[in-house]
């Protein structure tokens, strides 16, 4: 469950956007001001800040980054306020959400900062595949071994993880994720072992880390094998010990949680390439489940997409309306390349574009063909072929020039779009804020200029 804190009062529309949130599924908790607000996130944490402009959003921004928070700010106030919105935004505020509030834009941010709200449903699992892993999973329901899922990026890792929880005994106990990919080193450090007060220079107050807040629960450490060696270190210490050291010294801290890791990549590979810690493998590896790609699960696609068609219905206010039988055909002959996300995101495109008194093919937005043409034929180079999401004449216009050329451009441009906040670029590009920072770091090296992030001077060394 998405877990929102708002700061400000909830009397006027920021209670609206507490009420829209709260009506898709989110945990609330609210704060009157930033001070407030911050011991909050110090104690329980959250995956989303709304902050009204009208209380001083850079400070918190500030003081979550010398703590070493991460919790995603967004601004929240009237269209007229642009000003403030925008020294908010250059103070390192994620976004500005303006009022009164839009449903699919407070539900698009909680996505965005990874939150969104879960379905309490469980997995759709229909094909032959999906069975076989459900009944493993079953049979996991009572045991307490580490967990390694693997699958391609929208397969449903996330969801598998959620559902081995809620069967497990601890499912009284929290679910907790945390995205190993999403945050740099340091942040990622703290968020998972908290910190002493006065562990370091913005350190004014203790904070329980991942470890701590899953207590009698289940911890989703997502994106495993980007994780850096020092903290694989770390880890596997908390796996062996069952005990937490928070940063800043103290004594170590007991803690009972389960883990489970998810990775798209192949560990066993990146252990023979030396970037994952082979004994942590091990321990993590004790029991492992390969969610398989949708294109190797056709018989979930209609099941699926039939559960999307509902769902999201349900949450636009929309009446239910089921799929025509071309639309049906069209579904089952795309390949899928980004998996459930993908199809979830079509559906729900689909639901708010459909007219009429069913889902036709025509509001089913794919993003690349669905099949191949039968007889391929070489572009002319000339006119080389475009997909359909982008307009032939912008595709054409890069021919001859270098991918990684346009790859850099496209970065900077987009790094320049977000007033230089970094894990915003990363997002709209979709990469990892790792890969953004390397690349950024290799254009510095190059000699080339890289917007500055917020609130630091232009051109400054550090990423
Ligand atoms: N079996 C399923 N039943 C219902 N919804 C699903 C299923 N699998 C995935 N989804 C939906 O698809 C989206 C992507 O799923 P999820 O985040 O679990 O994938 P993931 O493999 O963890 O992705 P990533 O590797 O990018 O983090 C989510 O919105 C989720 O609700």
Redesign the pocket.
């Known amino acids: 469950m998405a877990r929102l804190l708002i700061i400000g009062s909830l009397e006027g529309e920021l209670g609206a956007a507490a009420r829209v949130a709260i009506a898709r599924g989110a945990k609330l908790g609210h704060a009157e001001g930033v001070a407030a607000g911050l011991t909050r996130l110090r104690g329980e944490g959250a995956d989303l800040a709304l902050v009204d402009l009208r209380h001083d959003v850079v400070w918190l921004v500030q003081a979550l980054a010398a703590e070493r928070i991460a919790c995603p700010v967004v601004a929240c106030g009237r269209a007229e306020d642009a000003d403030a919105a925008v020294r908010a935004i250059e103070g390192g505020a994620r976004d500005f959400l303006p009022l009164p509030p839009d449903a699919d834009l407070i539900i698009a941010m909680l996505e965005a900062a990874g939150a ?1 709200p ?2 309490s449903d469980g ?3 229909r094909d032959p595949s999906m069975a076989t892993l459900m009944a493993r999973a079953a049979q996991l329901a009572r045991a307490e071994a580490s967990v390694l899922l693997t ?1 391609e ?8 993880a959620r559902h081995l929880h809620a069967i497990s005994k601890r499912a009284r106990g929290p679910f907790v994720a945390l995205n190993c990919a999403a945050l740099p080193e340091t942040l990622l450090e703290s968020e998972l072992f908290g910190h002493e007060k006065g562990a370091f220079s913005g350190a004014v107050a203790a904070r329980k880390g991942k470890f701590e807040q899953a207590e009698g629960g289940t911890l989703l450490l ?2 495993i094998g980007e994780m850096d060696p020092r903290l694989q270190a770390k880890i596997l210490r908390v796996i062996q010990e069952r005990e937490v050291d928070r940063l800043g010294g103290g004594a170590p801290i007991k803690v009972d949680v389960r883990i489970i890791a ?1 990775t ?1 990549r192949d560990l066993a590979a990146e252990v023979v390439a030396g970037r994952f810690r082979e004994d942590l493998y091990f321990r993590l590896n004790v029991v492992a489940l390969r ?1 398989p790609p949708l294109r190797e699960r056709t018989a979930d696609i209609l099941p ?1 997409a039939e ?1 999307f068609c509902i769902r999201y219905a349900q949450v636009n206010g929309l009446p239910e309306r089921p799929l025509s039988p071309l639309a049906r055909h069209r579904l089952l002959a795309h390949p899928w390349p980004g998996n ?2 993908e199809l ?1 995101n079509a559906i729900h495109r689909a639901v708010l574009l459909a007219e009429g008194h069913e889902i036709g093919p025509e509001a089913i937005e794919l993003s690349r063909p669905a099949a191949p043409p039968a007889a391929p034929a070489l572009p002319a180079p000339s006119a080389p072929a475009a997909s359909p999401a982008e307009p032939a004449g912008q595709v054409a216009a890069l021919v001859g020039r270098k991918v990684e050329e346009v790859e850099r451009e496209l970065i900077l441009e987009t790094l320049t779009h977000c007033l230089g906040n970094r894990t915003r670029a990363a997002e709209i590009l979709g990469i990892s804020i790792r890969t953004l920072r390397n690349k950024l770091g290799e254009y510095r090296t190059a000699g080339i200029a890289v917007p500055p992030a917020p609130g630091q001077p232009p051109f400054q060394i550090a990423v």
């Open positions: 969104a879960q379905a997995p759709v699992a699958g990026s929208g397969t449903g890792k996330e969801v598998m997502d994106e998810a798209h969610i699926l559960h459930v996300r979830e």
